[in-house]
C-alpha cells in the first residue's frame, strides 16, 4: 500500500465551524490532490499541489481552501463549513513525470456537516 | 472541462464469465489511461494503467486502449464473486491532473 494516511477519518461537524483534513504521505511524492467524491458525481477534484508551498484550484475549490508547508503534508480547510460539504474525502499522491505516473488514494475522511 | 464517461451499469455477470467495461474520453492530448476498482465504503485501488495503443494484460485483466477513437476498456476474464464492487476509468490531463468517470458497479453471481 501506498504512504498515505489521513486524519481524521470520521468527522461530524455543525454549518459554520472551521474544520482541517489533514493528508500525509511517506513516499516523497511531488504531488498532491483533495478529491470529494458524492453519489452520482463520481470523484471531483478540489485542490492539488505540485511541491511545497505551490497549489492550484481544482473543479470544485469554491469553500475549500489548502496548504502545503512540507512535502509529506496537505492540509484541507473549510473555513465554514455547510451541509454541501458533507462528503468522502480522498488525498491522492502522484510521482509526477512523463512515464510513470500513477496515483493512489489515501483511506479517506467521511465529514459530515450537520 | 475534461470528460470522461463510463457505461453506468449496473453491470451483472455469473461467475466465471467476462465482464467488459467500457469508457471514452474527450481530451485528445491524454497520454495516461488507469483503471480502479473500489469496494463499498473503500478508497479507490488501482489495478491497471495503460499508455500505448493496444492490449495490456495483468492477470485476470485486460486493458485495451485505442486513442485515435478515445476508448479505453477494461475486461475481467473468469470473473470472480470478490471482482464485484465499481470501477473507476480515469484519465490523466496537462497539468498531471487526473479526471474521473462516474465508475460502472459490477456484481458478479454466484
Known amino acids: 500500500d501506498a504512504g498515505i494516511t489521513q486524519s481524521p477519518r470520521h468527522k461530524v461537524t455543525e454549518t459554520g465551524t472551521p474544520v482541517t483534513l489533514r493528508c500525509h504521505q511517506t513516499?516523497?511524492?511531488?504531488?498532491m490532490y483533495w478529491y470529494r467524491q458524492d453519489p452520482g458525481h463520481g470523484l471531483r477534484l478540489i485542490h492539488y499541489?505540485?511541491?511545497?508551498?505551490?497549489?492550484d484550484k481544482g473543479e470544485v475549490s469554491d469553500g475549500y481552501s489548502v496548504s502545503r508547508s512540507k512535502t509529506e503534508d496537505f492540509l484541507l480547510t473549510l473555513e465554514s463549513a455547510t451541509s454541501s460539504q458533507t462528503s468522502v474525502y480522498f488525498c491522492a499522491i502522484s510521482a509526477g513525470g512523463r512515464e510513470v505516473n500513477e496515483q493512489f488514494f489515501g483511506p479517506g475522511t467521511r465529514l459530515t456537516v450537520l | 472541462q475534461k470528460e470522461v464517461e463510463q457505461n453506468s451499469g449496473p453491470l451483472s455477470v455469473p461467475e466465471g464469465a467476462i465482464a467488459s467495461l467500457n469508457c471514452t474520453y474527450s481530451d485528445r492530448v491524454s497520454q495516461s489511461f488507469f483503471w480502479y476498482r473500489q469496494y463499498s465504503g473503500k478508497s479507490p485501488e488501482l489495478i491497471m494503467s495503460?499508455?500505448?495503443?493496444g492490449d495490456k494484460e495483468d492477470g485476470r485483466f485486460t486493458a485495451q486502449l485505442n486513442k485515435a477513437s478515445q476508448y479505453v476498456s477494461l475486461l475481467i476474464r473468469d470473473s470472480q464473486p470478490s471482482d464485484s464492487a465499481t470501477y473507476l476509468c480515469a484519465v490523466r490531463a496537462s497539468g498531471n491532473q487526473f479526471y474521473f468517470g462516474t465508475g460502472t458497479s459490477l456484481t458478479v453471481i454466484p
Open positions: 499541489s505540485y511541491g511545497v508551498k505551490d497549489t
Open positions: 495503460i499508455y500505448s495503443n
Open positions: 513516499e516523497n511524492h511531488r504531488y
